[in-house]
Structure formats: C-alpha cells, structure tokens
Nanobody
Framework: QVQLVESGGTLMQAGGSLRLSCAAS????????MGWFRQAPDKAREFVGG????????YVIDPVKGRFSISRDVTKNTVYLQMNSLKHEDTAVYYC?????????????????WGQGTQVTVSS
C-alpha cells in the first residue's frame, strides 16, 4: 500500500509563491506517473500537471504554464508543485496522486493512490 501526504498549503496573497510537497511512503514506491489535481469550491476536480516519474518529463496545463512547475526527488520519494505568481483563481484544495502504470496522465480516474489534499487560498 502506498500513502501520499501533501503539505505546504496555506493562505497567500496574490502574486506570491508557494511550493507544495507530496511525500510517498509504504511499499517500494515506483510509480509510472504522479499528478497534481485541484478542486475549487463547487467545481470539478481539475488536472493541474504531472510527471513521468522515471523519465522526469513534466506537463502542466495552459492556465498555469509559466507559473507552475513540477519536479521530484527520487531519493525522498517526493514530488513538488512550485507555484509562482499566484492568482485568486488558484484557490483550491490541491491533491497529488500516483499511477502504477502510465494509463493517462490527465485522467483522475486512472490514479490508484491519492493524498488527503492541502488547501491553498490566494487572497486578491
């Protein structure tokens, strides 16, 4: 069993920067991909970006391109979401997730493991 624990969420002012972390623990951790999703109040869960774990290739959606980036530390089994130039519309609960096999980076229904989420609130 794999456990994912996000951290780093907090209240921020617009324009600020924040880094979220997602630490994995449990049995030998070797995912194919890890993704970041977010869910704002009264909105569906949205894919933000992801990383192919072994290759290190990353992808983020257009609304955050140039502001958000994803990285990982394989020695710590941790993936990061660096968020710069935060906007009010970035306010959401942010979740990380992991796939054992690469079956759709953007597909939330293809992720087997999820963290509990961390709240990011950006004041305008």
């Amino acid at each position: 069993q794999v456990q994912l624990v996000e951290s780093g969420g907090t209240l921020m002012q617009a324009g600020g920067s924040l880094r979220l972390s997602c630490a994995a623990s449990g049995r030998t951790f070797s995912p194919a991909t890890m993704g970041w999703f977010r869910q704002a109040p009264d909105k569906a869960r949205e894919f933000v970006g992801g990383i192919y774990w072994h290759e290190g290739l990353t992808y983020v959606i257009d609304p955050v391109k140039g502001r958000f980036s994803i990285s990982r530390d394989v020695t710590k089994n941790t993936v990061y979401l660096q968020m710069n130039s935060l906007k009010h519309e970035d306010t959401a609960v942010y979740y990380c997730a992991a796939q054992s096999t690469a079956s759709g980076l953007k597909r939330f229904d293809k992720y087997e493991y999820w963290g509990q989420g961390t709240q990011v609130t950006v004041s305008s």
